[in-house]
Nanobody, 123 residues
């Protein structure tokens, strides 16, 4: 059984930085692509960023490209999301996601998701 435990998030002001982390546990944790999805109030889930199993390839949505950085520590089965220059439109619940097979562009269809962590950015 795959489990995803997210930490980080919280409140920030425009221009601030926050970081998220997510640790995967379960069978063969090192072989999973991982990423971050977010959902703002009243909106659909949105692709944020994804990283492949060995950390060599990443993909970002246009809305966060240049501001957010995804990375992973393969030894600790942990993925990170560094969020810089935050904007009020970044306010959302952020979910960690993982999948054994699907590619980076299929993040929204990944089989496993965490419980989510709130990020609130005020102007």
């Amino acid at each position: 059984q795959v489990q995803l435990l997210e930490t980080g998030g919280g409140s920030a002001q425009t221009g601030d930085s926050l970081s998220l982390s997510c640790t995967l546990s379960g069978r063969s944790p090192g072989w999973y692509a991982m990423g971050w999805i977010r959902q703002a109030p009243g909106k659909e889930h949105e692709y944020v960023a994804a990283i492949n199993a060995d950390g060599r390839r990443t993909n970002y949505s246009e809305s966060v490209k240049g501001r957010f950085t995804i990375s992973r520590d393969t030894a600790k089965n942990t993925v990170f999301l560094q969020m810089n220059n935050l904007k009020p439109e970044d306010t959302a619940v952020y979910y960690c996601a993982a999948d054994y097979i699907k590619g980076l562009r299929s993040l929204l269809q990944y089989d496993h998701r965490g419980q989510g962590t709130q990020v609130t950015v005020s102007s």
